[in-house]
């Protein structure tokens, strides 16, 4: 007996049976509907008193039979997919109350891109026996910007869902749909589109819109075209998709019509949810730990920085292979997929644990050989300046105007991985002037992923041994509290008790209201590395705190401070 799927529960064998035997129908493939499989599902549901449902192929053959509705008829695996082409299954199911095509009728078709959902309307006539009233008909619409996702056509009889051509219709779909497919190739880009997820759970609007946009910001460092930004409120999570079932139906539309393929979330999604997120929507899945290791992938240069990315990504991934084979290989590569190693999501528990083994190991090494590296500069007694901030603050930009260096410094998040120590010179510190090193580090941001923290341990392990930590503070953009607060959170949870001191970098480019409020807060001065504004107060600055307390020529107020040295 074939297996009948959905609310079986206190039917007997017999009744079973009898909906297996469904199994056993055919339909002319061309028609929506045949009046012979109309009628046996309507005496079925008739006698449960529920609707029964059917999955019919091309050739006219059941494949699969429910007793409920479309949420209760599981579809088939299906090796792969072309875009154009539709599921080759139809739908076709009792409404017992008419009523036309539900919602949920309707999110199945276009989730799943089925060829059609047919609901056939039924109610008992005078002997008591099944009695088809209409068919309801629905298609999935081409993608067209604010088009609905679906085509309803107007309620048919019986007799005319047996002389529509079904066959000619679905395959004038797909070629439309083909064309479409060939129309959004020829002019999208090698970067992927996505949509963004951030999700409300009691925060204040503007730091909802600041993670969103923090969020958009690391996904184009990612190298994604971001095509849909949307935010949820919600009290808590959803426990299964994070934002709800009917907010996920929504974004998926705008997937659909934005010719997006991949969905961000702001959160980090637990394994549960990033299964049943990626069999919701068929779309690739990425939250924000991924997408934060995809950048560190991308710019990991030199084997110590590969490693620790490698590790990162290893320690993530090792919880999360069970069942997303289907998610991450439906579009194959691109963001969330990318690194350094050799390792791919379908290789095995086992060995991905192997490897975090060999790679710990590597990584202990790269700590010992720092450490080294540390006892000989701590041995010439030359004080160390670490540059420390959120990332994207300009830190590499700065370190290169103090010690004259040319690291790589650009406008994108997580540029630097790999600390780059070099030599400068304070003329303020002491009589003649004095040499120091400054060192530059990896940028932190806000709830900075637990895997890459231990991954990068050893190169943290560099501002313990400072004798100076300089917090570069991005004073343009809005927000710099809450950036400082968790450069800081992070700096405490690594046990860093290095003396601090801020910059507040980009004055050129900040309001000087919000500069002056912010330099009076943190007691900090204004600089621009960019243009070299500010720097030889910086360095003045810098050479009090490594000396201890004297005199320096500039005003008790920071307000003064900034307007004498960064506008003169």
Do not use: C
């Not at 005003?555 to 004498?564: I, Q, T, V």
């Amino acid at each position: 007996m074939n297996k009948v799927h959905g609310k079986l529960s206190g039917l007997k064998t017999s009744q079973v049976k009898r909906l297996s035997n469904l199994y056993r129908r055919r339909l002319d493939p061309s028609a929506v509907v045949s009046q012979e499989l109309a009628r046996a599902l309507g005496e079925l549901s008739l006698e449960f008193h529920k609707p029964v449902s059917v999955l019919v192929d091309r050739r006219g053959r059941v494949v699969t039979v429910a007793l409920g509705d479309a949420a209760d008829t599981p579809l088939p695996a299906r090796p792969g997919e072309a875009e154009g082409r539709l599921y080759g299954l139809r739908l076709v199911h009792t409404h017992l109350k008419g009523g036309g095509l539900s919602q949920g009728d309707l999110s199945k078709l276009f989730l799943n891109r089925l060829d059609a959902v047919v609901a056939v309307d039924v109610r008992a006539n005078a002997r008591g026996d099944a009695e088809v009233t209409q068919v309801h008909l629905a298609q999935i619409a081409p993608p067209r910007a604010e088009a609905e996702d679906w085509l309803i056509s107007p309620p048919m009889s019986m007799q005319r869902a047996e002389k529509l051509d079904f066959l000619e219709l679905t395959r004038a779909l797909e070629e439309e749909l083909s064309r479409s497919a060939r129309a959004r190739e020829t002019k999208r880009s090698s970067q992927e589109r996505a949509v963004l997820v951030g999700l409300n759970t009691g925060e204040s609007p503007f730091e909802s819109d600041s993670r969103l946009a923090e969020l958009a910001e690391l996904a184009r460092s990612a190298g994604a075209t971001v095509a849909v930004m949307s935010k949820q409120q919600r009290a808590a999570p959803d426990p299964r998709t994070l934002i709800g079932r009917g907010k996920l139906q929504e974004l998926v539309s705008r997937a659909y019509h934005e010719d997006a393929d991949l969905l961000i979330f702001d959160r980090e999604l637990n394994p549960a949810q990033a299964r049943e997120i990626a069999q919701e929507t068929q779309l690739k899945v990425v939250d924000r730990t991924q997408l934060i290791l995809d950048i560190f992938a991308q710019n990991a240069r030199g084997r110590e920085a590969q490693v620790q990315v490698e590790l990162a990504q290893l320690q993530y991934q090792v919880t999360r292979l069970a069942g997303r084979g289907r998610a991450m290989s439906r579009l194959g590569g691109g963001i969330g997929t990318r690194g350094p190693g050799e390792t791919k999501l379908e290789v095995d528990r086992r060995r991905i644990r192997d490897r975090i083994a060999a790679l710990q190991a590597e990584v202990a090494q790269i700590s010992q050989r720092r450490a080294e590296g540390r006892k000989g500069r701590k041995a010439s007694e030359v004080p160390v300046i670490a540059l420390v901030g959120y990332t994207n603050a300009g830190k590499s930009t700065l370190f290169n105007a103090l010690a004259k260096a040319d690291v790589l410094s650009q406008n994108r998040l997580f540029a630097t991985l790999r600390p780059t120590t070099r030599e400068g010179w304070l003329p303020a510190l002491g009589a003649w002037g004095g040499k120091v090193l400054y060192t530059d580090t990896v940028g932190f941001i806000r709830d900075l992923p637990e895997e890459l923290v231990d991954a990068f341990r050893a190169t943290l392990e560099e501002l313990h041994d400072a004798e100076l930590l300089l917090h570069v503070v991005d004073a343009a953009t809005p927000g710099a509290p809450d950036r400082v607060a968790a450069v800081n959170r992070i700096l405490d949870d690594l046990g860093v008790e290095v003396p601090r001191t801020v910059v507040l970098n980009k004055a050129d480019l900040a309001a000087p209201a919000e500069l002056k409020d912010l330099a009076k807060r943190y007691n900090a001065l204004g600089v621009s590395a960019a243009t070299g504004a500010g720097l030889d107060a910086l360095k003045a600055s810098l050479a009090q705190l490594l000396e201890g307390p004297r005199h320096v020529p500039l005003p008790d107020d920071p307000g003064r401070a900034y307007g004498m040295t960064f506008h003169d």
